[in-house]
């Protein structure tokens, strides 16, 4: 059974930088994706970014684009989400996902887990 653990929120200014952290483990084929969403106070979750595991392609929400940034330490079963120019708007609880069969970065996903706060303040 695939296994998903983050590290790596906290509390951060406006502008600053967090680097989120994803461990997933148990995987038996290369195929499918790992993916983080977040979900803010009475709002929905979200998909932010999600990898392909076959191919390294990363698909990101536009809301991100060109201050996320996904990558893979495939040797440590890692996938980190580097976030810089942090906003307030940013704020919410980022979960990290994986699904060894999915084509896309919107739910459901199969293993998630147990979130980790990130909190932007103005």
């Known amino acids: 059974e695939v296994r998903v653990v983050e590290s790596g929120g906290g509390l951060v200014q406006a502008g600053g930088s967090l680097r989120l952290s994803c461990t997933a483990s148990?995987?038996?084929?290369?195929?499918?994706?790992i993916g983080w969403f977040r979900q803010a106070p009475g709002k929905e979750r979200e998909a932010v970014v999600c990898i392909s595991r076959s191919d390294g392609s990363a698909y990101y929400a536009d809301s991100v684009k060109g201050r996320f940034t996904i990558s893979v330490d495939n040797a440590a079963n890692t996938v980190y989400l580097q976030m810089n120019k942090l906003k307030p708007e940013d704020t919410a609880v980022y979960y990290c996902?994986?699904?060894?069969?999915?084509?896309?970065?919107?739910?459901?996903?199969?293993?998630w887990g147990e979130g980790t706060q990130v909190t932007v303040s103005s």
């Open positions: 996902a994986a699904d060894p069969t999915t084509w896309y970065c919107r739910e459901p996903y199969d293993y």
């Open positions: 148990g995987f038996t084929s290369a195929e499918g994706r």
